[in-house]
């Protein structure tokens, strides 16, 4: 019964682990899908390279 408690102690801290990982793994994806979101803002922002605006004849 004691070794059955302790047993139950330590996959308690494996779950644990796990959850803690899982959870700096989602906020990792969460950082980089804000950079990217940020990133497409700012070219949505820029303006549109135009073929009118290359000149040929320097």
């Known amino acids: 019964m004691y070794l059955a ?3 139950l102690v330590d ?7 796990i ?3 899982v959870n700096s ?3 990792l994806a969460l950082n980089d899908a804000n950079m990217l979101s940020t990133k ?9 390279f135009q ?8």
Do not use: C, K
């Open 5 to 7: 408690y302790w047993m």
């Open 51 to 58: 073929l009118s605006q290359v000149s040929l004849s320097d």
């Open 11 to 17: 996959a308690q801290q494996h779950v644990r682990q």
């Open 40 to 48: 497409l803002r700012s070219a949505e922002s820029q303006p549109v």
């Open 19 to 21: 959850i803690v990982n």
């Open 25 to 27: 793994s989602v906020d």
